[in-house]
């Protein structure tokens, strides 16, 4: 176990909706970052919180966004739901960003979009 | 657009003997290159990270850099049924953003 968490552990949406996912991070870890997991594939990279702060972002539309709080903890926010947003949503806490930091995961959340 | 890519398998060995399991990526700049394991409905779980070239043991396990030839590969000895899982190569260059290939999958047969 990491000590990373994320909720819910399962969530299933209609077309259009919009939905929060939440993490927190291991203890001692500033940094968070969020990535989609599609079947059969990698995880691709979607934005990371440093300090509260959005530090960097992958190749998703604005209607993904997120949030980081003063705990560190994080949320991620997605509208206008599309079916192609079913996957599995992994949240991985850090130390911070520089190069070395690695990057441990929590359960994630596994989304379905009807 | 930067590559990492991993022979996506199944890569079938009998149990106790060495899998080899090998990533090249495409981007010259990358610094950090990390091995993750991930067993089916679960999360990725790190194994090793190795950032200069050459070999890096922990255990049963060796990862191994050639930054000129932009190559990283883990070995696993003595592999075990357990060790059956996908693993998922990831490089970074700027110290947020891990970039994976679409990982190997591992099949250890008793």
């Known amino acids: 176990e990491t000590g990373v968490t994320q909720s819910p552990t399962h969530l299933i949406k209609t077309r259009g909706q919009q939905v929060t996912l939440r993490c927190s991070s291991q203890s001692g870890h500033n940094t968070v970052s969020w990535y989609q997991q599609a079947l059969g594939q990698g995880p691709q990279f979607i934005f990371q919180y440093y300090r509260e702060e959005e530090n960097g972002r992958g190749n998703f539309p604005p209607r993904f966004s997120g949030l980081q709080f003063p705990n560190y903890s994080s949320e991620l926010n997605v509208n206008a739901l599309e079916l192609d947003d079913s996957a599995l949503y992994l949240c991985?806490?850090?130390?911070?960003?520089?190069?070395?930091?690695?990057?441990?995961f929590g359960p994630g959340t596994r989304l379905t979009v009807l | 657009q930067k590559e990492v890519e991993q022979n996506s398998g199944p890569l079938s060995v009998p149990e106790g003997a060495i899998a080899s399991l090998n990533c090249t990526y495409s981007?010259?700049?990358?610094?950090?290159f990390f091995w993750y394991r991930q067993y089916s409905g679960k999360s990725p779980e790190l194994i090793m990270s190795i950032y200069s070239n050459g070999d890096k043991e922990d255990g049963r396990f060796t990862a191994q850099l050639n930054k000129a030839s932009q190559y990283v590969s883990l070995l696993i000895r003595d592999s075990q049924p357990s060790d059956s899982a996908t693993y998922l190569c990831?490089?970074?260059?700027?110290?947020?953003?891990?970039?994976f290939g679409k990982g190997t999958s591992l099949l250890v047969t008793p």
């Open positions: 990831a490089v970074s260059d700027s110290g947020y953003a891990l970039n």
């Open positions: 981007d010259r700049v990358s610094q950090s």
């Open positions: 991985a806490s850090s130390t911070g960003t520089t190069q070395g930091n690695t990057q441990y």
